[in-house]
């Protein structure tokens, strides 16, 4: 052969003259071709055609254009903080007179010791949970309890701060008196998150304020003891919802799979809170107390602190739920739907003495709460 012929032969692709193949090879040869470039074709329209579903499907997911799918989404969405709202409302609400019944009522003198066995409780009902397969629990790690450590250190002085504030005051002024707990909240949002409040929301926290301290004057039941631990714990709740907020993302960040679900936060934070217990119960001398009272021997007494126990999961769990949905302002004002049925409740269920300008300053605040809440919506 020629350099020509020897140049066309490496250069394009050989035919049949060519190679010089006889008639009925070259036939032969050229269905087998035409066979291959067939499924080579149709390799390449099924790999067109699966790309193709693939990115409608990603676009109806993530980029829905019909407005059914708008109108869901968009309801799903304004949902969410309402049926979270509602259920950490209800919660609240029967946390609260559960423990009042458990400290006054029973006159239990061990509030650590009661917040321990909740905790427990809160702890062996989430793992058991995880272990039937129900809830999904992220693996702990110690990187991951480093950047929670401070959470949960305000998280048991919350919880302290609050069980001994409930023994010396009746319920609806502690209710009130949680209203200093919604503008130290408002003020660290403008601090720490660059969060500006309008004038409605100032408002509203100057009548809070007014009421807290008309309903303080005004108390028949007046207790310095009892406020002290209020004041500590609204400064407490504050702190605990603004450094949530800010922990949530890195602790994210600190798991093996990024992410980090409200059961496993839920389980974390009453399962750290377990050596504080111990180790304040030893301190205080509070286990002396449980062993040698005569409350401990009562079995409705432990059937109180048992669904007080079941309630501490749910507010635990609906707290952090209504805060992923919401803000820290909005997690802590909790609605006038939380103060208005708990402060009734505590008034009917207690038998408290009550004079009328007590009765005002409780209403007031109540109103100013409900103030604070539209305040915030507009």
Not at 226 to 240: M, V
Not at 322 to 350: M, R
Request: glycine share 6%; proline share 2%; charged share 15%.
């Amino acid at each position: 052969m020629t350099s020509v012929k020897l140049e066309s032969i490496v250069c394009n692709e050989p035919d049949e003259s060519e190679l010089n193949f006889s008639d009925n090879g070259s036939s032969s040869k050229n269905v087998v071709y035409q066979l291959l470039d067939q499924i080579h074709n149709h390799d390449k329209i099924s790999e067109r055609r699966g790309l193709s579903e693939r990115f409608l499907r990603w676009r109806r997911r993530y980029l829905p254009v019909d407005g059914d799918n708008r109108r869901d989404h968009g309801s799903g969405k304004q949902s969410g903080p309402l049926v979270s709202g509602t259920a950490y409302c209800i919660s609240s609400c029967s946390m609260i007179i559960m423990n009042k019944i458990v400290l006054s009522s029973y006159n239990f003198n061990a509030g650590i010791s009661l917040l321990l066995y909740q905790n427990l409780i809160s702890c062996l009902v989430v793992a058991g949970l995880d272990l039937s397969g129900v809830v999904s629990v992220e693996k702990f790690n110690w990187k991951l309890i480093k950047v929670w450590m401070p959470v949960n250190v305000i998280f048991v002085g919350m919880l302290i701060s609050g069980m001994y504030s409930l023994k010396y005051i009746n319920v609806a002024m502690v209710t009130i008196l949680k209203n200093a707990t919604n503008i130290i909240t408002a003020i660290g949002e403008v601090y720490m998150f660059r969060k500006r409040q309008n004038n409605k929301v100032w408002a509203a926290m100057f009548m809070m304020i007014i009421s807290a301290i008309s309903g303080g004057i005004t108390d028949l039941t007046f207790n310095t003891v009892g406020y002290t631990w209020q004041f500590a714990n609204c400064i407490l709740t504050a702190s605990y919802s603004l450094t949530l907020r800010r922990v949530m993302d890195k602790a994210k960040q600190s798991t093996k799979s990024g992410s980090l679900n409200e059961v496993s936060m839920v389980l974390l934070n009453n399962l750290l809170s377990i050596p504080f217990g111990i180790i304040l119960i030893i301190l205080l001398g509070e286990w002396r107390y449980v062993i040698s009272t005569d409350v401990t021997k009562d079995a409705m007494f432990w059937v109180v602190a048992t669904a007080s126990g079941f309630l501490g999961l749910a507010i635990s769990f609906t707290s952090m739920w209504f805060l992923h949905q919401t803000g820290p302002t909005t997690y802590s004002l909790v609605g006038s739907l939380n103060k208005v049925p708990i402060s009734l409740a505590g008034l009917v269920l207690f038998n408290v003495p009550l004079s009328l300008p007590n009765l005002f300053s409780i209403l007031f605040g109540l109103f100013a709460g409900v103030f604070f809440a539209r305040a915030k919506m507009s």
